[in-house]
């Protein structure tokens, strides 16, 4: 039996033949992955500017993980929210106002008079963000057929990451040249500019929303908590993104300054090769794996490559910045063959569970952020400093995570047993 099986009640997740169904569904995909651009340059934005925001806001290292993992605090348990609510309603009533929110979290940090209302800006950058990433897969998933899902999956990260890249130079230099404060305020309208188009273009798929499969508003949830395979999968999704989180996402730059002898801007500039390559990643394993049929062995694959990168990167005193740029590309790279968890975790699933089942894999990503970004702060105070020790848990993660690919069921789709048929 199909493990993807549509509910009694579903209907197709077709883009419509006509232009107009056409048209909505590239405007509402764009406007939800500018929407995923957005949310990660916000997250990403205290690793930009981490001594200023520091002495500002009189935080230590410890204090300053807390203050940025404030925004997976109430990003993380969201998910489950957002998925029920994005199955059941659909996503424009949601995604609409939550730009708005993000974005003005982003203009309350960058007013902030004490640490404590900046902490109020970043969870409201967090809450509106919860919507970003599940909210575009759930178009991806409503909006386009189900064989394209891994491709287009990979396409919206990857635009995510393609623009955090850029936008991360681009902050680092505007941070230092105007100030943090007026940068994240600048952020923040650019969202609001975002919130505004969305608002007057921004369209459900004809297939959003079920309220009649599951009577219950958490049946979706059941229905995926029940499934060891989905728990299985949220795990190695989580370890392999870690990387991602902890050293892109708040400690890289600092770390590339103590310990490679770079400077601000060339720390960022390697830093966002992490991104560079997790764009490619993100296509190119959804790509390669709906070519060859297969999924666990590309994500095992993945984990083991990302796992050597970064360890030559943390161990070792390399002070060239095209050698560290190029294997935190390939760090990055390796590290996009994540996103093939979520098309695993949907394709066990009915139609009617996907907002939820995907909400569930990224909070367990996100979550481990909680864990993580803390941690490597706590133990960079315990160890004087001790970037190497700090960060040997990035590579400990990752032969954690190669270990669990093993025991993952390949998903049963019949265009991927077509695939595996064929060779």
């Not at 957002?82 to 939550?98: E, M």
């Not at 902490?119 to 409503?142: D, K, Q």
């Not at 936008?167 to 600048?186: N, Y």
């Amino acid at each position: 039996m199909e493990n993807a099986k549509l509910s009694k009640t579903s209907k197709p997740n077709l883009v419509a033949a006509d232009g107009k169904h056409s048209r909505h569904a590239i405007i509402a995909l764009s406007i939800a992955a500018v929407f995923f651009l957005f949310e990660f340059v916000t997250r990403v934005s205290p690793s930009t500017a981490t001594e200023t925001i520091s002495a500002d806001l009189g935080l230590s290292r410890a204090g300053l993980g807390v203050f940025s993992s404030l925004f997976f605090w109430i990003y993380a348990p969201m998910q489950i929210g957002v998925g029920l609510l994005l199955d059941r309603y659909g996503a424009r009533r949601f995604v609409v106002p939550a730009i708005a929110l993000c974005a003005g979290g982003m203009m309350l940090i960058g007013v902030a008079p004490s640490a404590f209302v900046a902490a109020l800006g970043r969870i409201l950058t967090g809450f509106g963000a919860s919507f970003a990433f599940v909210g575009a897969l759930y178009v991806v998933n409503h909006w386009f057929a189900p064989k394209r899902f891994a491709l287009l999956s990979g396409l919206v990260n990857a635009v995510g990451m393609l623009g955090t890249a850029v936008g991360v130079i681009w902050l680092t230099s505007l941070v230092q040249s105007a100030g943090w404060r007026p940068s994240f305020i600048g952020i923040g309208v650019f969202g609001l500019a975002l919130f505004v188009l969305a608002l007057f273009a921004f369209r459900d798929a004809p297939s959003a929303g079920d309220s009649a499969t599951h009577p219950s508003p958490i049946g979706p949830l059941k229905q995926v908590i029940k499934s060891p395979q989905v728990w299985l999968v949220a795990c190695v999704g989580a370890l392999v993104y870690m990387p991602i989180n902890v050293y892109g996402g708040l400690w890289g730059n600092e770390e590339l300054t103590a310990d490679h002898g770079l400077s601000s801007v060339a720390a960022e500039t390697a830093v966002s090769m992490v991104f560079w390559g997790m764009a490619l990643g993100s296509v190119l394993w959804g790509a390669v794996s709906d070519a060859l049929g297969h999924r666990k062995w590309i994500v095992f694959g993945c984990a083991i490559l990302a796992m050597l990168a970064w360890s030559v990167v943390i161990f070792l005193p390399l002070t060239q910045l095209w050698i560290v740029s190029v294997l935190l590309f390939l760090g990055g790279l390796s590290c996009g063959g994540q996103m093939l968890t979520f098309a695993m975790a949907k394709e066990g699933q009915d139609q009617s569970t996907v907002g939820t089942v995907t909400a569930f894999v990224n909070m367990i990503g996100i979550g481990a952020a909680l864990v993580f970004q803390p941690l490597v702060g706590v133990l960079l105070d315990f160890t004087d400093n001790d970037h190497a020790l700090a960060l040997s848990v990035v590579p400990l993660c990752l032969v954690l995570a190669a270990g669990l690919t093993v025991v993952l069921r390949e998903p049963d789709q019949p265009h991927l047993r077509a695939k595996r048929r064929a060779e």
